[in-house]
Each structure stands twice: as structure tokens, then as C-alpha cells.
């Protein structure tokens, strides 16, 4: 499994862009790049994801580094519902029947002060 | 997104009792569901994959006979944690599979065990 490295927490002020950055320098060239966060006593809830090109959603950006060796999250607007611990997951995604497993790091823990 | 329960969401055992966690995916069928296990300040971890129809696939070192995972139908995942004890106290969250590459996780159950 490739290994991530993020850094433990992050502060952003309410309604400023965050950019929280993800190292994942051991990746296959066939994982994607998956950002979960969570919420305090709640299960993870899926952002984006993404595998060469820069991805957007109504959530976030994701882009990725040309080498795909690191990719950085952006929130564009932070709130206070936007404060969580996310996960940034290289993942395997077989074509087949069979799904691969997500493995979560530490992840970055995101206060967004008002 | 699709939604996916867990029931229940808190319980209080005593110690040496089973405990039975129950995953279902609301609106859609999931050949696979995940089980993972939280410690208070750490990351989830995985502990077993669960396919429709056939035996659980146990993450190294998660005993198989301790922590009992049936998936008897397409929306249907249980976890049954046998004589439990104080250290078992944990949050279990589940996840199903909609497709090989999209996740979606349960609110996570709280099992406190005195």
C-alpha cells in the first residue's frame, strides 16, 4: 500500500480558501487519489478524487502534481461545517468485480475559526 | 449520495456478552461491505472486507473468531463482537461498496463495554 504523509492539523479563517496538501511519493501509477473527511463522531463522507488531471466538484479541487507524487485539497470558501480530519487514500481501483480496500493515515485535522 | 445505516448507534454491554452491529445499505446493493474499527484521536482501521454470500477477508492480526462478520444478503452486513471485554470499546463503522470505486459509510456505532 502506498504510504501518505499530511501534515496533523491545519487552521484556515471561515469563508478563506485552505489548500491542505497530501505527499504519496510511493504511488502506483494505477492507484487513484482518494480525499475522505470526517466529522467529529461520524463516519467518513467522500470529497473527490481523482488520478492525473485536476478534479472539481461542488465540495472541492483536487489537484495533482505532474509526477502524482502529491496532491493538495482545496476548499474554496471555509466554513465551520468544513472543520474535520481529512484523508488523503492512494487506491487501487480494479476494473473487476473486486474492490479494493480503503487504508486511512492520520489525516489533517482542519479547525476553521470563525 | 447513497445513504448507509448502522443500528445501533450507541450500546452499552457488560463485559463477556455479544454484541451485534448491523450495516445496511439503504438504496442500493453492495457486494462488499467494509468494517473498520476507531480509537478516540486515531485513524480508522480496517478490519475485514465482507462478501455477499461467502466468508469475511480478516486484515492481519483481527481475530476472526472474536469479531463475527456475516453478509447474508445484498444490503445486509453484520458484526458480532463475541464476549466482549472493556478493550473492545471502540467506534465501528461500516462501509458498502456501490461500485469498484465508490464508498459510502455508516454514522458509526459506539460500543462501550464495562
Known amino acids: 500500500d502506498a504510504k501518505t504523509t499530511q501534515p496533523n492539523s491545519m487552521e484556515s479563517n471561515e469563508e478563506e480558501p485552505v489548500h491542505l496538501p497530501c505527499n504519496h511519493s510511493?504511488?502506483?501509477?494505477?492507484?487513484?487519489i482518494h480525499w475522505y473527511r470526517q466529522l467529529p463522531s461520524q463516519g467518513p463522507e467522500y470529497v473527490i478524487h481523482?488520478?492525473?488531471s485536476n478534479v472539481n466538484n461542488r465540495m472541492a479541487s483536487l489537484a495533482i502534481a505532474e509526477d502524482r507524487k502529491s496532491s493538495t485539497l482545496i476548499l474554496h470558501r471555509a466554513t465551520l461545517r468544513d472543520a474535520a480530519v481529512y484523508y488523503c487514500i492512494p487506491f487501487y481501483e480494479d476494473g473487476s468485480s473486486n474492490t479494493g480496500k480503503l487504508i486511512f493515515g492520520q489525516g489533517t485535522t482542519l479547525q476553521v475559526k470563525p | 449520495g447513497a445513504v448507509v445505516s448502522q443500528h445501533p448507534s450507541r450500546v452499552i454491554c457488560k463485559s463477556g456478552t455479544s454484541v451485534k452491529i448491523e450495516c445496511r445499505s439503504l438504496d442500493f446493493q453492495a457486494t462488499t461491505m467494509f468494517w473498520y474499527r476507531q480509537f478516540p484521536k486515531k485513524s480508522l482501521m480496517l478490519m475485514a472486507t465482507s462478501n455477499e454470500g461467502s466468508k469475511a477477508t480478516y486484515e492481519q492480526g483481527v481475530e476472526k473468531d472474536k469479531f463475527l462478520i456475516n453478509h447474508a444478503s445484498l444490503t445486509l452486513s453484520t458484526l458480532t463482537v463475541t464476549s466482549a471485554h472493556p478493550e473492545d470499546s471502540s467506534f465501528y463503522i461500516c462501509?458498502?461498496?456501490?461500485?469498484?470505486?465508490?464508498?459510502?459509510f455508516g454514522p458509526g456505532t459506539r460500543l462501550t463495554v464495562l
Open positions: 462501509s458498502a461498496a456501490l461500485s469498484h470505486n465508490e464508498q459510502f
Open positions: 510511493t504511488i502506483s501509477g494505477t492507484d487513484y
Open positions: 481523482g488520478l492525473t
